[in-house]
Nanobody
Framework: QIQLVESGGGLVQSGGSLRLSCAAS????????LGWYRQVPGKERELVAV???????KFGDSVKGRFTFSRDNAKNTVTLQMNSLKPEDTAVYYC?????????????????WGKGTLVTVSS
């Protein structure tokens, strides 16, 4: 089976940091683009960061300058380092995988989604 498993969510105080990981199985990881999207009830899923199969990274405007994103093809894992967290970062964070890099243009291109991990930032 193709699986994406997110980990690292939790409760953190405003200004703190969290590190989210997404481990993939069942895909040829190195050819896939990977992305993080977040969602709160009643709102659309929002871009956090995307990394292409070549290692290019794009961030959503709301997190630019605060988060970093990397991939480790040897471990089939991507890591989102979240710093200077704000209460508005509170959301369920989802990992998505796209086989042809079209995720770069929007979440509709995601082929596979993880089940999400909850991040809660307290004020």
């Amino acid at each position: 089976q193709i699986q994406l498993v997110e980990s690292g969510g939790g409760l953190v105080q405003s200004g703190g940091s969290l590190r989210l990981s997404c481990a993939a199985s069942g895909i040829i990881f190195s050819i896939y683009a990977l992305g993080w999207y977040r969602q709160v009830p009643g709102k659309e899923r929002e871009l956090v960061a995307v990394i292409s199969n070549g290692g290019m990274v794009k961030f959503g405007d709301s997190v630019k300058g605060r988060f970093t994103f990397s991939r480790d093809n040897a471990k089939n894992t991507v890591t989102l380092q979240m710093n200077s967290l704000k209460p508005e970062d509170t959301a369920v964070y989802y990992c998505g995988a796209d086989r042809d890099n079209s995720i770069w243009y929007g979440p509709g291109a995601v082929d596979y989604w993880g089940k999400g991990t909850l991040v809660t930032v307290s004020s």
